[in-house]
């Protein structure tokens, strides 16, 4: 850098910065050399800024000095960082788990605060509330910056008794810093979000993947089919979405980005899901595009920057020339950046036109006609693509609550982030402050401390609330799109340097490290073992060490008010048929079903311990997985028994996870017409269910598993990998949007897949349940006289993410057992080198069906299962006939070696 002019009292300036920074910042000095370092590199800073370009008088230049100095105290801890990892040799990603922490950009760095948590003894607890009864529900809604503090916090220090319930649309929250950022391409998507499950499973926090529609009764609303969730305290933290023009809203289609619309930034993740869908369209273009962005805040303009970047590659990288796109930014006033110093509007400006992005001064935007933007004096400005980033507003269902809103449609918040509802609290953008403030993502991430406070007292009923005064000045840096160059703004002050960018950087890293892989390991104390185990050895000692992920249950029933109350809600969601004598409808000690002549019964069970913490969603995949063995034999459901397991906790909350669960339940039951027709329920340690599934079948077009023919395609419907992936999201090893693609196929029936196999004319069904892909093709094999299977590994489907489990050494417990069934492979020395080979013996939940149906007919069958909601439906093999003679059997499994032969194309 060109520090500074040879003819500036340069050393006097640079002397009282480093000053400045070791009053602020004292751990620069815990290490001499680092120290020499930093308080050179801080003090050349001050003496290249702090004598430049400050006009205005006296009292300008004390604030700008003041707020160099503010952002010079965040540059010496990211200069300490950066020392500390060339020093050790640190990665980015190790280096971002050390050093200071995460930084605070309005306050006085992060030195006195762990001198204030050494004083106040704040430590951090061990993850879990094991043990104790829930007494008390605490709800989230939106998983925003403010909410991940809220998160994480409770995570690190359980309040014994409260359940903390997150609703989010999305599971991958976005980090609105980052975003400018990921649309010029210089962050990834994982990058730049959140991942809730992950922050969630660390948190033992139950997370609902839903969007809430409303507040009623103490239940929060949620959309489609799914019942309302309760709640004794609630929090809202859901952002805001620019208000549009009701043409400009008519235009947008935020679930179809293939035609052109006008596309709002927030909320990001609809902007997201359109964005690359835009460059695109716009790369694919002929001829010249034109990207028109409203508003000319800090959003739109450091959009615009990174937008022109972003295209300037692409086109570039598609042969095109780079003014193929024109950016222009629309404002309503005569300057950019109002809420800015004017040193910063001056700055940017400059920058803007060197980039080539253009911008329109008064231009009062109105509506959207067409493809034209109409503004107030009558001026039209026509674009091929526009953004809207202007007018920022609240979700229209607040309205119908009844909380107090303001103007504008924000929920009216009182000094401690309460609404006038006393147990509903809000934070972030929805949030309308005593004292307004931009609506910035600072004031999110500074919210979340005091929220998480108050939401605390809240829960145990102290009405000492924390006040909650946001700071009236915080450092802001609009970056340009390329690390050369970004401008810092504080109060008075704008500084342009590469610097400025790098600090930018480092802070939003540093952040976003705290929620994501920096996430603090929780030790739980682990007691000694005792010595009857010891003797017996390590089978004994291994079983003991996973006896916590293992089910427990309790021989004591759920009160009858409580199993009472639920069967009255669920009564709307359950089926009634002809042959049910003695139901629901009125309960004796057994259900009576007439017996149907002319056709066989089928019986089939399965009950286990949920794996994921929403119980409507367990309870659609338990019901899902009990009904697959009959949907394999194409017979008909026809009744259910319930066995239910919840945790111990108060009445209200044993009802409501009980017909949460039960409600998800009965809806994959009617689905399929099948009734519940009784049940046992329990409380316990942890949250189970099964079913005794109970249905006919035509004995003639029963399909079982044998039945092979050579010849025969073996199709599967489903991908696998549901075991490693959980084994892990378990071990928050998972990332979030492998576990909610495991979960949309986990919740796909079979019904539909078992139908369209018999019609093609299958021979033989089985569904792919515990004993893994291979062990059901053994048990297919077993079944089919003198037949083998040629199994092609490259061509079974698999769940994303689940070979990246198994390769990194993350199984099922259910895996060593499995693996028993290695004998069946002929060829096992060449599938031992195929990736994909421990995903044979993984055991699924609400697998796919597997099926032999005649291979002139396997093309169409894919089609239509794919058609029919099974996109990954597959032929991963073909049967061969082979002579008679005696099978070797295996002693260990009873089941006959070498049928199956893996190839490796």
């Known amino acids: 850098e060109n520090m500074m002019n040879t003819d500036q009292p340069w050393t006097v300036a640079a002397v009282v910065g480093a000053s400045a920074v070791v009053l602020a910042v004292p751990e620069v000095l815990l290490e001499p050399w680092w120290s020499l370092r930093t308080l050179a590199h801080c003090g050349l800073l001050w003496g290249r800024h702090s004598?430049?370009?400050?006009?205005?008088?006296?009292?300008?230049?004390?604030?700008?000095?003041?707020?160099?100095?503010?952002?010079?105290?965040?540059?010496?801890?990211h200069h300490i960082d950066v020392l500390r990892a060339d020093w050790y040799g640190l990665d980015r990603e190790s280096a971002e788990k050390g050093g200071l922490g995460h930084v605070d950009t309005g306050s006085r760095g992060t030195f006195w605060s762990k001198i204030r948590e050494a004083i106040t003894g704040s430590k951090p607890a061990g993850?879990?509330?094991?043990?104790?009864?829930?007494?008390?529900?605490?709800?989230?809604?939106?998983?925003?910056?403010?909410?991940?503090?809220?998160?994480?916090?409770?995570?690190?220090?359980?309040?014994?008794?409260?359940?903390?319930?997150?609703?989010?649309?999305?599971?991958?929250?976005?980090?609105?810093?980052?975003?400018?950022?990921?649309?010029?391409?210089?962050?990834?998507?994982?990058?730049a979000h959140i991942d809730l499950m992950r922050l969630a499973r660390f948190g033992n926090t139950r997370l609902i993947h839903a969007e809430a529609c409303g507040i009623k009764d103490g239940y929060v609303i949620l959309k489609g089919d799914r019942p309302p969730v309760r709640f004794d305290v609630l929090s809202i933290n859901i952002g805001c979405t620019p208000q549009m023009s009701p043409s400009a809203s008519n235009r947008v289609a935020p679930d179809d980005a293939s035609v052109a619309a006008v596309t709002p930034v927030k909320p990001i993740d609809g902007f997201n899901a359109r964005w690359d869908v835009i460059v695109e369209r716009v790369v694919a273009a002929e001829g010249t595009t034109k990207l028109v962005i409203v508003g000319g805040g800090a959003g739109g303009i450091e959009l615009s920057l990174n937008m022109r970047e972003r295209f300037n590659r692409d086109l570039t990288a598609a042969g095109r020339h780079v003014t193929d796109v024109r950016i222009e930014v629309?404002?309503?006033?005569?300057?950019?950046?109002?809420?800015?110093?004017?040193?910063?509007?001056?700055?940017?400006?400059?920058l803007l036109e060197e980039r080539g992005v253009e911008v329109k001064y008064h231009h009062n935007v109105i509506k959207v006609d067409g493809n034209e933007i109409i503004c107030s004096d009558g001026q039209s400005v026509p674009f091929d693509e526009c953004i809207w980033c202007t007018q920022a507003g609240c979700q229209k269902w607040l309205k119908d609550t009844k909380l107090a809103l303001d103007d504008t449609g924000f929920i009216k918040v009182n000094a401690h982030l309460q609404t006038s509802v006393g147990n509903i609290f809000a934070a972030g953008d929805c949030a309308s402050l005593p004292s307004p403030r931009a609506k910035a993502g600072v004031f999110a991430v500074k919210s979340g401390p005091p929220l998480t406070r108050n939401l605390r007292r809240c829960l145990v009923g102290d009405p000492h609330l924390e006040r909650y005064d946001p700071q009236e000045t915080f450092l802001g840096v609009i970056g340009s799109g390329r690390?050369?160059?970004?401008?810092?703004?504080?109060?008075?002050?704008?500084?342009?340097?590469?610097?400025?960018?790098?600090?930018?950087d480092w802070i939003d890293r540093k952040w976003m490290a705290g929620y994501t892989h920096d996430l603090p390991e929780m030790a739980n104390p682990v007691p000694e073992p005792p010595a009857v185990a010891v003797a017996a050895g390590t089978e004994a000692l291994s079983a003991l060490a996973h006896a916590s992920m293992r089910c427990g249950g309790c021989g004591a029933k759920v009160g009858a008010t409580v199993l009472s109350n639920v069967m009255k809600r669920l009564k709307s969601k359950t089926i009634t048929r002809p042959e049910v004598l003695v139901g629901l409808d009125s309960p004796d000690d057994c259900a009576v079903v007439a017996p149907e002549p002319n056709f066989a019964s089928v019986h089939t069970v399965d009950f286990f311990r949920s794996f994921i913490d929403d119980p409507y969603l367990f309870g659609m995949i338990a019901a899902n997985h009990a009904l697959s063995d009959c949907h394999a034999m194409c017979a008909e459901a026809r009744t259910a028994l319930a066995v239910a397991v919840v945790p111990y906790a108060v009445e209200?909350?044993?009802?409501?996870?009980?017909?949460?669960?039960?409600?998800?339940?009965?809806?994959v039951l009617a689905e399929s017409n099948c009734a519940l027709v009784g049940g046992h329920t329990c409380e316990g340690t942890e949250l189970a269910?099964?079913?005794?599934?109970?249905?006919?079948?035509?004995?003639?077009?029963?399909?079982?598993?044998?039945?092979?023919?050579?010849?025969?395609?073996?199709?599967?419907t489903k991908p696998i990998g549901t075991g490693t992936l959980f084994a892990a999201e378990m071990r928050m090893k998972a990332k979030g949007k492998w576990i909610v693609n495991a979960l949309q196929t986990m919740s796909k029936s079979n019904r539909d897949g078992a139908l369209c196999l018999r019609r093609y004319g299958a021979r033989a069904c089985t569904d792919v349940t515990g004993f893994g892909l291979l062990g059901h093709l053994q048990e297919m094999v077993q079944a089919s006289p003198n037949t083998e299977i040629d199994l092609h590994l490259d061509t079974i489907p698999e769940l994303e993410g689940a070979r990246e489990c198994t390769q990194s050494g993350i199984f099922s417990s259910l895996q060593p057992a499995n693996l028993r069934l290695k004998r069946a492979i002929a060829n096992e020395s060449e599938a031992l080198v195929h990736p994909g080979y421990p995903l044979l013996f993984d055991p699924q939940t609400a697998g796919g069906l597997l099926a032999a149906i005649p291979a002139d007919a396997a093309a169409d069958c894919v089609a239509e299962l794919r058609r029919s909601g099974y996109p990954h439906a597959t032929v991963i093999g073909q049967v061969r006939e082979v002579s008679d003679g005696p099978n070797e059997i295996d002693g260990a499994c009873s089941l006959p070696a070498g049928r199956i032969h893996c190839i490796l194309d």
Not at 171 to 177: A, E, K, R, T
Not at 330 to 350: C, M, N, Q, Y
Not at 654 to 666: D, F, I, N
Request: glycine share 12%; proline share 4%.
């Open 483 to 504: 690390p050369d160059v970004a401008v810092a703004s504080k109060s008075r002050l704008a500084v342009k340097a590469r610097w400025v960018w790098d600090l930018r």
């Open 652 to 667: 209200a909350q044993v009802e409501e996870t009980l017909y949460q669960m039960m409600a998800g339940a009965c809806a």
């Open 51 to 77: 004598l430049n370009g400050f006009t205005g008088g006296p009292v300008n230049w004390f604030l700008c000095q003041k707020a160099l100095v503010e952002i010079l105290v965040l540059e010496a801890g």
């Open 330 to 350: 629309l404002t309503r006033g005569d300057r950019i950046l109002a809420s800015h110093a004017p040193a910063v509007s001056t700055t940017i400006a400059e």
């Open 689 to 716: 269910l099964g079913f005794c599934v109970n249905g006919v079948v035509d004995q003639e077009k029963a399909l079982r598993k044998g039945g092979l023919r050579g010849g025969d395609a073996v199709i599967l």
């Open 127 to 191: 993850m879990g509330t094991a043990g104790t009864p829930t007494v008390r529900d605490l709800v989230l809604i939106g998983g925003g910056h403010s909410h991940a503090y809220v998160l994480k916090n409770f995570g690190m220090n359980p309040l014994p008794g409260v359940k903390v319930t997150v609703i989010s649309r999305e599971v991958m929250s976005p980090y609105s810093g980052m975003l400018p950022g990921m649309v010029a391409g210089m962050y990834t998507k994982e990058e």
